[in-house]
């Protein structure tokens, strides 16, 4: 099963021990809209993107393959 930009998100955040607020600070957002990212309620805009991919490590391609398979 293909894991979710969230959980992979909340997977790295804590592998990196930063908290929800630590996390949208260094994605320039505020804590809600990372929880919403993390939850995958909300997908991130290209700039958000191209951050968490220099930030966490995860491909803005992984980004737009989970994006394509929960269409």
Do not use: C, W
């Not at 099963?1 to 990196?16: D, H, N, P, S, V």
């Amino acid at each position: 099963m293909t894991k979710t930009l969230g959980q992979r998100l909340k997977e790295r955040r804590l592998a990196m021990q930063l908290t929800v607020k630590q996390a949208a600070e260094m994605l320039n957002m505020t804590e809600r809209g990372y929880r919403y990212l993390e939850a995958d309620e909300k997908r991130p805009s290209i700039e958000t993107a191209v951050k968490i991919e220099d930030r966490f490590g995860i491909s803005i391609r992984e980004m737009v393959n989970d994006a394509e398979h929960s269409a």
